[in-house]
């Protein structure tokens, strides 16, 4: 039987106490932490990357990591990786998780535990069982219902949230396009999106037949597509908790979003800052607000756990958008992490409670105020490196986990660490790799994520030069070599 099985059953049954440490109900942040502290059932964070639940080990020490690749070469006892050598794939994938060589690790270091993913579908879920493990996120397929672009915005005009001006349609050809963009009033400008993919790859920027026929495949291939009109804003990030007890929002985050210095894709995301006094008071409450509204209506309908929702602010105005629903971990979970102490505890903490039907009887009110509390909300960063060039390259040398310190331009490694809180001043950052020695590499494929403090932006939204300075010096320290192709 399943973690959430057994403790729905004794939920019923009236013998929670016994699952819960003696805990009738957890009252507070405190209460919660100190159950995932003596808790020894085992979570198992499976991704190439352990980045987007670095530190969740501290608060939820029965927390494992498993990657491809050993990026921190031991320093953190929780990272399990198989041996593989050079001729091997270090990327996740469904024949990763198939490997006896894992099944092993699994069977040994935290066998009939619960597994989380970043993305994941119908083929993980089966092979995620076969592991002797079960998914702690709802279903595949309830997440992907709401990971439809097309649907969230319906499911935003339902709980009053405003979405850019948009019409969802199947297109046939760019004539039919125009003619139905033309009725909706959305201008000569448009931006088309399928309903699901990174939205780097599935945004398309759309002002004329030219610029229409190199997606028109991907376009005209979707059951239905997102048309929106073309406004110059930027994009925030809202992450958020949703639990039978409420819903938890976090900060508002900037996005990056098709920073050149970063991505090749226009409208390719690139990483994230936080800081107290981003927004003005009257935004900051409306985009968590609707946050809130948006978590319950998705509870409404069977969802639970982390998700974020993504708003765009009309540049030269206070108007702000509804822009998507990720009901996931996001890229913005990193930085959520980081910045948990305003809240009390991690986002993933309530997540989880809630897939272990925990009796919550928290004030969420309370918490949803002091998530935003100036004096405990920390200044944090994030800025994803990718490969910007079409060819593709080998990467003959680039740069270990750890902090680094930039000294005359040139990045210097001062910690092999996985504890992203060891940088403590502007002119040091935490590297993360997705990218090993003697990989290929290819255009938009993720090198890493450095992790600052402070913000990286300007009051006009453009990268700062400290932020630009760290991008050179990360590069400069991937040695490439061009793939020759008979």
């Not at 593989?84 to 099944?103: G, T």
């Not at 092993?104 to 579908?121: E, M, T, V, W």
Request: negative net charge; glycine residues 6%; hydrophobic residues 40%.
């Amino acid at each position: 039987m399943s973690l959430q099985a057994a403790v729905l059953s004794s939920l019923k049954s009236g013998a929670i106490t016994s699952l819960t440490g003696g805990i009738h109900s957890i009252h507070t942040v405190d209460d919660l932490k100190n159950h995932f502290q003596h808790s020894l059932h085992p979570y198992w964070f499976i991704h190439q990357s352990p980045v987007h639940s670095l530190g969740l080990q501290n608060v939820i020490p029965s927390l494992r990591f498993l990657s491809p690749t050993d990026w921190f070469n031991g320093a953190l006892p929780q990272l399990f990786s198989p041996v593989l050598n050079d001729s091997e794939s270090h990327q996740f994938s469904i024949d990763f998780l198939k490997r006896k060589d894992v099944a092993d690790i699994i069977k040994k270091n935290g066998a009939n535990g619960s597994a989380a993913y970043l993305f994941f579908d119908e083929a993980v879920e089966e092979a995620t069982q076969a592991l002797g493990l079960d998914i702690c996120f709802p279903s595949a397929e309830l997440r992907r219902q709401f990971d439809d672009k097309c649907v969230g915005n319906r499911l935003a005009e339902e709980v009053s949230v405003l979405p850019v001006p948009y019409i969802t349609i199947p297109v046939q050809d760019f004539k039919s396009l125009r003619e139905q963009a033309d009725k909706a009033g959305l201008g000569q400008d448009l931006v088309i999106q399928t309903p699901h993919g990174d939205s780097g790859q599935t945004t398309f920027f759309i002002s004329s037949i030219e610029e229409y026929q190199p997606y028109a495949h991907s376009i005209e291939s979707a059951k239905e597509v997102r048309i929106m009109k073309r406004l110059l804003c930027r994009s925030i990030a809202v992450e958020g908790c949703i639990t039978h007890a409420g819903v938890i929002v976090g900060a508002p985050m900037n996005d990056l979003v098709g920073c050149p210095e970063l991505t090749p894709t226009p409208g390719g995301w690139c990483g994230n800052e936080v800081a107290p006094y981003l927004f003005s008071d009257a935004l900051t409450q409306q985009m968590r607000a609707g946050t809130i509204r948006l978590g319950e209506a998705l509870h409404r309908r069977g969802y639970w756990g982390c998700f974020e929702v993504d708003w765009l602010l009309e540049e030269g105005s206070n108007n702000v958008y509804f822009g998507e629903i990720n009901p996931r971990f996001s890229g913005a979970t990193a930085l959520s992490n980081l910045t948990a102490d305003a809240i009390g505890a991690p986002l993933f903490l309530f997540h989880l409670a809630e897939f272990e039907q925990l009796p919550l009887d928290i004030d969420f009110d309370a918490l949803n105020k002091q998530a935003i509390d100036p004096d405990k909300l920390e200044s944090w960063s994030s800025l994803i490196i990718k490969h910007l060039d079409t060819p593709p390259v080998y990467i003959s040398d680039a740069p270990e986990a750890g902090v680094w310190q930039l000294e005359n331009g040139k990045a210097v490694l001062q910690q092999k660490t996985p504890d992203i809180k060891q940088v403590t001043g502007d002119n040091q950052a935490f590297w993360i790799p997705e990218i090993r020695k003697n990989d290929q590499s290819k255009k938009t494929d993720i090198w890493g994520r450095l992790m600052l403090r402070g913000r990286i932006t300007d009051q006009n939204g453009q990268l700062t030069s400290r932020a630009k300075n760290w991008i050179n010096a990360i590069r400069a320290l991937h040695i490439l070599k061009d793939v020759y192709v008979a």
